[in-house]
């Protein structure tokens, strides 16, 4: 028994060896085999390999985009702060990967003031929608990033764009335009509006009646800002015979075109006498929704008053300047978007997403329809449905022939000096000639703070 033992443990090992050949032998076959019968397998599966990288290399979808998150502050009235939210909502809704927090301030001084201290710090929100004065008050600081690839400023309204810049450098995007006046006018009265201002004058000649307060037309010469328009009339230097300089902010008030336009003036008050001087704005307002005064020249923004009033009314430019060839224009000034210099990154991009979204015709036309604003993008009166608003369509025509509003303390000097020189003009105190001169040297005095007005008309 222990021999047949030995001899069964003897042939174990050579069993073992043999199964481990034939098994070894039978996988060898089996995948010659399968290489005979099908040898493009292993190619099919790594050209599907590299169907799947060549997708992970395309464009990420909106999808697929990572959560980026940005902040606006704003100081806008009820109505455009109401649109805003609007926009705002439906933009997070077609790109769901930004999300827009909105902050509102009581007025652009506040804003101002705590964004410039946050931007400082290295903090604050990364857009602000804010009245074109932000840009001299802001951009001095180093705390908004110039504009250079992120606006196409050849489609905006002119009067906007060189406002927007600070030293030749854009920092701000038009977003929407308000605050201009043009011609309104009695449509029960008048059929058509008179296209140059000898024509103005001899409607004036034919329904004028003084004892009943019946005019053809009113103009409110006391304020400096139904004066300017007219400078811009005559400005025969084209863009660069205006009242500013905006590259340097300086003064240009001495010129052919102020003196032309107190020549006109003294010609409707004085010579013609088709106007009175001593009426008063409310007044003037007033004549004009009684149907007493026929046509005047009036802030865009009565357009509502006007039609709650039930007045049938139109709108126009401005007529031509008397013995000129060009229409007046009225200061223009609006909102506009200004990037914190703080922001860089997904950031940015998301500002340029939404910023872009809000220029598009939808939204300028959207906002047209629910605010007391105009768009900005000079060619959108081809729209339709500017076309089909008469009043829309033709203040727009008065919106592309403005010119920028200067800033607040600029502006403020040259009312002054042009207020009190036109009363002393209408008076017969200066002649038209001296009283450009006079214009000019007491914006000069009144900007360096070295004199008031009322002082310089006791030195001369």
Same mark, same amino acid.
């Given at each position: 028994?222990?021999?047949?033992?030995?001899?069964?443990?003897?042939?174990?090992?050579?069993?073992?060896?043999?199964?481990?050949?034939?098994?070894?032998?039978?996988?060898?076959?089996?995948?010659?085999?399968?290489? #005979?019968?099908?040898?493009?397998?292993?190619? +099919?599966?790594?050209?599907?390999?590299? &169907?799947? $990288?060549? %997708?992970?290399?395309? /464009?990420?979808?909106?999808?697929?985009?990572?959560?980026?998150?940005?902040?606006?502050?704003?100081?806008?009235?009820?109505?455009?702060?109401?649109?805003?939210?609007?926009?705002?909502?439906?933009?997070?809704?077609?790109?769901?990967?930004?999300?827009?927090?909105?902050?509102?301030?009581?007025?652009?001084?506040?804003?101002?003031?705590?964004?410039?201290?946050?931007?400082?710090?290295?903090?604050?929100?990364?857009?602000?929608?804010?009245?074109?004065?932000?840009?001299?008050?802001?951009?001095?600081?180093?705390?908004?990033?110039?504009?250079?690839?992120?606006?196409?400023?050849?489609?905006?309204?002119?009067?906007?764009?060189?406002?927007?810049?600070?030293?030749?450098?854009?920092?701000?995007?038009?977003?929407?335009?308000?605050?201009?006046?043009? #011609?309104?006018?009695?449509?029960?009265?008048? +059929?058509?509006?008179?296209?140059?201002? &000898?024509? $103005?004058? %001899?409607?004036?000649? /034919?329904?004028?009646?003084?004892?009943?307060?019946?005019?053809?037309?009113?103009?409110?010469?006391?304020?400096?800002?139904?004066?300017?328009?007219?400078?811009?009339?005559?400005?025969?230097?084209?863009?660069?015979?205006?009242?500013?300089?905006?590259?340097?902010?300086?003064?240009?008030?001495?010129?052919?075109?102020?003196?032309?336009?107190?020549?006109?003036?003294?010609?409707?008050?004085?010579?013609?006498?088709?106007?009175?001087?001593?009426?008063?704005?409310?007044?003037?307002?007033?004549?004009?929704?009684?149907?007493?005064?026929?046509?005047?020249?009036?802030?865009?923004?009565?357009?509502?008053?006007?039609?709650?009033?039930?007045?049938?009314?139109?709108?126009?430019?401005?007529?031509?300047?008397?013995?000129?060839?060009?229409?007046?224009?009225?200061?223009?000034?609006?909102?506009?978007?200004?990037?914190?210099?703080?922001?860089?990154?997904?950031?940015? %991009?998301?500002?340029? /997403?939404?910023?872009?979204?809000?220029?598009?015709?939808?939204?300028?036309?959207?906002?047209?329809?629910?605010?007391?604003?105009?768009?900005?993008?000079?060619?959108?009166?081809?729209?339709?449905?500017?076309?089909?608003?008469?009043?829309?369509?033709?203040?727009?025509?008065?919106?592309?022939?403005?010119?920028?509003?200067?800033?607040?303390?600029?502006?403020?000097?040259?009312?002054?000096?042009?207020?009190?020189?036109?009363?002393?003009?209408?008076?017969?105190?200066?002649?038209?000639?001296?009283?450009?001169?006079?214009?000019?040297?007491?914006?000069?005095?009144?900007?360096?703070?070295?004199?008031?007005?009322?002082?310089?008309?006791?030195?001369?």
């Amino acid at each position: 028994m222990v021999g047949n033992m030995l001899k069964v443990k003897s042939r174990a090992p050579v069993r073992l060896m043999i199964m481990s050949i034939a098994l070894s032998l039978f996988f060898l076959l089996n995948n010659t085999s399968c290489n #005979l019968i099908n040898p493009q397998v292993e190619g +099919d599966v790594g050209k599907a390999e590299e &169907e799947v $990288v060549e %997708e992970g290399d395309g /464009e990420i979808t909106a999808s697929e985009k990572l959560p980026t998150q940005i902040t606006l502050w704003d100081c806008l009235d009820p109505k455009e702060r109401f649109a805003l939210i609007e926009s705002v909502d439906n933009f997070i809704v077609e790109n769901d990967h930004i999300d827009i927090e909105t902050r509102h301030f009581r007025n652009q001084e506040e804003l101002e003031d705590q964004f410039e201290a946050a931007s400082l710090a290295g903090a604050g929100p990364e857009l602000l929608l804010l009245d074109f004065d932000g840009v001299q008050r802001l951009v001095p600081g180093n705390v908004i990033k110039e504009i250079v690839d992120e606006a196409d400023y050849s489609l905006f309204l002119e009067g906007l764009v060189e406002i927007s810049e600070y030293n030749n450098r854009n920092y701000i995007i038009p977003f929407r335009s308000f605050d201009f006046l043009a #011609l309104f006018y009695n449509k029960d009265l008048i +059929d058509k509006p008179p296209m140059d201002f &000898e024509e $103005v004058i %001899e409607y004036c000649k /034919e329904v004028n009646n003084f004892r009943e307060w019946t005019y053809g037309f009113l103009l409110n010469a006391s304020e400096p800002d139904w004066i300017i328009p007219f400078i811009g009339g005559y400005a025969e230097g084209g863009y660069a015979d205006w009242i500013v300089d905006y590259s340097s902010n300086s003064l240009n008030l001495d010129t052919k075109a102020t003196e032309k336009t107190m020549e006109f003036l003294t010609y409707i008050y004085n010579e013609e006498k088709i106007l009175p001087y001593d009426i008063e704005y409310e007044e003037i307002n007033e004549l004009f929704k009684s149907g007493d005064a026929h046509m005047i020249i009036n802030n865009i923004r009565s357009i509502k008053e006007y039609q709650e009033a039930g007045l049938n009314f139109g709108v126009s430019k401005i007529p031509r300047a008397w013995k000129g060839n060009k229409y007046p224009t009225p200061l223009i000034s609006g909102l506009g978007f200004m990037i914190n210099v703080n922001c860089y990154g997904s950031e940015l %991009e998301a500002v340029n /997403e939404f910023i872009q979204y809000m220029l598009t015709e939808e939204v300028q036309i959207g906002w047209t329809s629910n605010t007391d604003t105009f768009p900005v993008l000079k060619n959108i009166d081809r729209d339709e449905v500017i076309r089909n608003d008469d009043i829309v369509y033709n203040a727009f025509q008065q919106a592309r022939v403005c010119r920028g509003k200067p800033h607040e303390e600029l502006i403020r000097v040259i009312r002054d000096a042009i207020r009190d020189n036109v009363k002393n003009v209408i008076s017969g105190d200066i002649l038209p000639a001296e009283a450009a001169l006079k214009i000019q040297e007491d914006a000069l005095r009144l900007l360096s703070g070295t004199i008031p007005v009322e002082e310089a008309d006791e030195t001369e």
